[in-house]
């Protein structure tokens, strides 16, 4: 069986394009298209220490997770508008929630996965502009996704399994052709739609757009791509093209005179604790005010801007290439947008580019970020990120994710006391699983829980910067203490576990974190999560983590 998992929105045009290509296949394999709404039927089960022994939903029956051959993915992540069962004020959490099930899901399937999920996409890399910048850069193409080009001067394949498709494939150059093949197999995608320009450097067509090929899919190449799958399985040397050596993010802010960019609200607690921090070190700062948005203005590089990216805010312009690290903390929609419709969505649209070029940036500079997006991003699975804790030597509790009450349920009579908590990014309660409360595990069909086996112990909260670990314990008497906090005091990790640590946080790519760590009596040490943006003004050791922060930014060493 092969799943096909899209959008709401793309079913129609995924459905035709399946017909058309089915009429060219050997066979006539199973394949099933999956909307995201799916996961509200109860059935769905994963369980990150035994992937092998996950369930699914379909049509109305359950099968194990082993009857999959092959998984396309269409999507990116689950929006809130493939929810539309889900109550309107609960999509965008659901939708959270449902994401980092399939990542999860998706990354413990014994099977091809094309193309298999990072922690910023679904479908792979295929949608991010930094993968394919890097893939530009590793193989000299000019990049010039940033630069508006004139439909006259593009023309656009689609690349699937190695080959080139488009409405007339004999007619692309073999410049091009050759280019779009190389770029894929660089940025590590099996397919994707690529438009180049005649704007050329060395006689090398440049890259002015990539996507995935799920945006205008192509029978020819859907068909390339399932004739591909059943073939393949999962680890082996073909299973998925390897990626260009992308630039491993520095640990140190860049050499020279610092200077450090803050972007967020300046009154927000750690970003006002740091940026104080940096001025008792002398540090030079550029405010980046999210209110300030409107009036902000971003001049993206394309190549031939030799002062590279430039910021405009109200105080001056600044040219990124002098900054030297970077401390984002944005929040969602901060500026007050205009009344009138079509100045709000002229608004609205600034914005999200202004913050879609930012994130560009703080992804692909030299200069030190604290944190760069696709590591922040890990937070947005925390079955994965307990996963990585647990190749790094750390005690994980038992854990589970699923839709299904009669599951979770049976989980709870296993290991007795149970946890749920949010299996994505958002900010949710951590508490205990009533076995008894029959009307709430009924809602549980709605949308998969993440389940904890409960450990007794001590909640012991951790910062690593660069390489310095700061720890608090902390007394409560409820399961989240953030409800109700009893007696916070700074105190040691033993050298073992702060190695552990800082092990963890760069095998996650970050160069800061706080983590959430249960010591139980018998001195065992168990993880709980880490996030990559800690609210870290929060424990008593705030001035020591701000400091460090803020030599970390400055490139100094402690």
Same mark, same amino acid.
């Given at each position: 069986?092969?799943?096909?998992?899209?959008?709401?929105?793309?079913?129609?045009?995924?459905?035709?394009?399946?017909?058309?290509?089915?009429?060219?296949?050997?066979?006539?394999p199973d394949i099933r298209l999956v909307a995201p709404a799916a996961l509200s039927l109860p059935g769905w089960v994963h369980d990150p220490g035994s992937p092998a022994a996950g369930r699914l939903a379909l049509d109305g029956e359950t099968c194990p997770a +082993?009857?999959?051959?092959?998984? #396309?993915?269409?999507?990116?992540?689950?929006?809130?508008?493939?929810?539309? *069962?889900?109550?309107?004020?609960?999509?965008?959490?659901v939708a959270g929630e449902m994401t980092a099930f399939l990542r999860g899901w998706l990354a413990g399937l014994d099977c091809p996965v094309l193309d298999p999920p990072t922690a910023l996409a679904l479908s792979g890399p295929a949608g991010e502009r930094a &993968?394919?910048?890097?893939?530009?850069?590793?193989?000299? %193409?000019?990049?010039?996704?940033?630069?508006?080009?004139?439909?006259?001067?593009?023309?656009?394949?689609?690349?699937?399994?190695?080959? %080139?498709?488009?409405?007339? =494939?004999?007619?692309? /150059?073999? !410049?091009?052709?050759?280019?779009?093949?190389?770029?894929?197999?660089?940025?590590?995608?099996?397919?994707?739609?690529?438009?180049?320009?005649?704007?050329?450097?060395?006689?090398?067509?440049?890259?002015?757009?990539?996507?995935?090929?799920?945006?205008?899919?192509?029978?020819? &190449?859907?068909?390339?791509?399932?004739?591909?799958?059943?073939?393949?399985?999962?680890?082996?040397?073909? @299973?998925?093209?390897? =990626?260009?050596?992308?630039?491993? $993010?520095?640990?140190?802010?860049? /050499?020279?005179? =610092?200077?450090?960019?803050?972007?967020?609200?300046?009154?927000?607690?750690?970003?006002?604790?740091?940026? &104080?921090?940096?001025?008792?070190?002398?540090?030079?700062?550029?405010?980046?005010?999210?209110?300030?948005?409107?009036?902000?203005?971003?001049?993206?590089?394309?190549?031939?801007?030799?002062?590279? $990216?430039?910021?405009? #805010? /109200? +105080?001056?312009?600044?040219? #990124?290439?002098?900054?030297?690290?970077?401390?984002?903390?944005?929040?969602?929609?901060?500026?007050?947008?205009?009344? @009138?419709? $079509?100045?709000?969505?002229?608004?609205?649209?600034?914005?999200?580019?202004?913050? *879609? !070029?930012?994130?560009?940036?703080?992804?692909?500079?030299?200069?030190?970020?604290?944190?760069?997006? &696709?590591?922040?991003?890990?937070? +947005?699975?925390?079955?994965?990120?307990?996963? %990585?804790?647990?190749?790094?030597?750390?005690?994980?509790?038992?854990?589970?994710?699923?839709?299904?009450? !009669?599951?979770?349920?049976?989980?709870?009579?296993?290991?007795?006391?149970?946890?749920?908590? +949010?299996?994505?990014?958002?900010?949710?309660?951590?508490?205990?699983?009533?076995?008894?409360?029959?009307?709430?595990?009924?809602?549980?069909?709605?949308?998969?829980?993440?389940?904890?086996?409960?450990?007794?112990?001590?909640?012991?909260?951790? *910062?690593?910067?660069?390489?310095?670990?700061?720890?608090? !314990?902390?007394?409560?008497?409820? %399961? @989240?203490?953030?409800?109700? $906090?009893?007696?916070?005091?700074p105190a040691r990790l033993p050298d073992g576990v702060a190695d552990r640590c800082r092990t963890v946080i760069a095998a996650l790519g970050l160069v800061l974190a706080g983590i959430d760590l249960i010591r139980t009596p018998a001195s065992e040490w168990f993880?709980?999560?880490?996030?990559?943006?800690?609210?870290?003004?929060?424990? =008593?050791?705030? @001035?020591?983590?701000?400091?460090?922060?803020?030599?970390?930014?400055?490139?100094?060493?402690?």
């Amino acid at each position: 069986m092969i799943l096909l998992i899209a959008h709401r929105a793309a079913q129609r045009s995924l459905r035709a394009a399946l017909r058309a290509a089915a009429r060219g296949l050997t066979g006539c394999p199973d394949i099933r298209l999956v909307a995201p709404a799916a996961l509200s039927l109860p059935g769905w089960v994963h369980d990150p220490g035994s992937p092998a022994a996950g369930r699914l939903a379909l049509d109305g029956e359950t099968c194990p997770a +082993g009857k999959v051959t092959a998984v #396309l993915t269409a999507l990116d992540a689950v929006w809130p508008a493939d929810l539309p *069962h889900v109550r309107a004020a609960d999509r965008a959490f659901v939708a959270g929630e449902m994401t980092a099930f399939l990542r999860g899901w998706l990354a413990g399937l014994d099977c091809p996965v094309l193309d298999p999920p990072t922690a910023l996409a679904l479908s792979g890399p295929a949608g991010e502009r930094a &993968a394919w910048s890097a893939a530009a850069a590793a193989l000299g %193409v000019p990049d010039r996704q940033a630069t508006a080009v004139s439909r006259l001067r593009a023309q656009t394949v689609t690349v699937a399994a190695g080959r %080139v498709f488009g409405s007339r =494939p004999e007619s692309v /150059p073999a !410049e091009v052709a050759d280019t779009a093949v190389a770029l894929t197999r660089a940025a590590g995608v099996t397919a994707a739609r690529l438009t180049f320009t005649d704007d050329r450097t060395g006689g090398v067509p440049a890259l002015s757009a990539a996507i995935p090929w799920w945006y205008a899919p192509d029978p020819l &190449a859907l068909r390339a791509l399932l004739e591909r799958v059943p073939a393949r399985r999962r680890g082996a040397a073909a @299973d998925a093209p390897a =990626p260009a050596g992308r630039r491993a $993010p520095p640990a140190a802010a860049r /050499p020279g005179r =610092p200077l450090v960019l803050l972007w967020g609200v300046p009154e927000e607690g750690p970003l006002a604790a740091v940026r &104080a921090a940096l001025g008792a070190l002398g540090t030079p700062v550029v405010l980046a005010d999210q209110r300030d948005g409107l009036a902000a203005r971003f001049r993206p590089a394309d190549g031939r801007q030799p002062d590279g $990216p430039l910021l405009t #805010l /109200p +105080g001056g312009s600044l040219p #990124l290439s002098q900054v030297t690290a970077a401390y984002p903390r944005p929040y969602p929609s901060i500026p007050e947008l205009p009344s @009138d419709l $079509p100045a709000r969505r002229t608004a609205r649209r600034h914005l999200i580019r202004l913050e *879609h !070029e930012l994130w560009h940036w703080l992804g692909t500079t030299t200069a030190l970020v604290a944190n760069r997006p &696709a590591p922040a991003a890990s937070n +947005g699975t925390k079955s994965l990120q307990s996963r %990585v804790a647990g190749d790094c030597g750390f005690a994980v509790p038992e854990s589970l994710l699923t839709n299904d009450p !009669e599951t979770a349920l049976a989980f709870a009579a296993r290991h007795g006391r149970v946890i749920y908590k +949010g299996a994505g990014g958002s900010r949710t309660i951590t508490g205990l699983l009533d076995p008894a409360d029959t009307s709430r595990l009924a809602r549980l069909g709605t949308c998969p829980v993440y389940l904890q086996r409960y450990v007794a112990g001590t909640n012991v909260r951790v *910062h690593v910067v660069g390489t310095e670990v700061f720890a608090v !314990e902390i007394t409560s008497d409820t %399961v @989240d203490y953030r409800l109700a $906090p009893g007696e916070l005091r700074p105190a040691r990790l033993p050298d073992g576990v702060a190695d552990r640590c800082r092990t963890v946080i760069a095998a996650l790519g970050l160069v800061l974190a706080g983590i959430d760590l249960i010591r139980t009596p018998a001195s065992e040490w168990f993880f709980l999560e880490a996030n990559p943006s800690p609210g870290f003004t929060f424990y =008593p050791d705030r @001035d020591l983590v701000g400091m460090a922060i803020a030599r970390l930014l400055s490139g100094q060493v402690a």
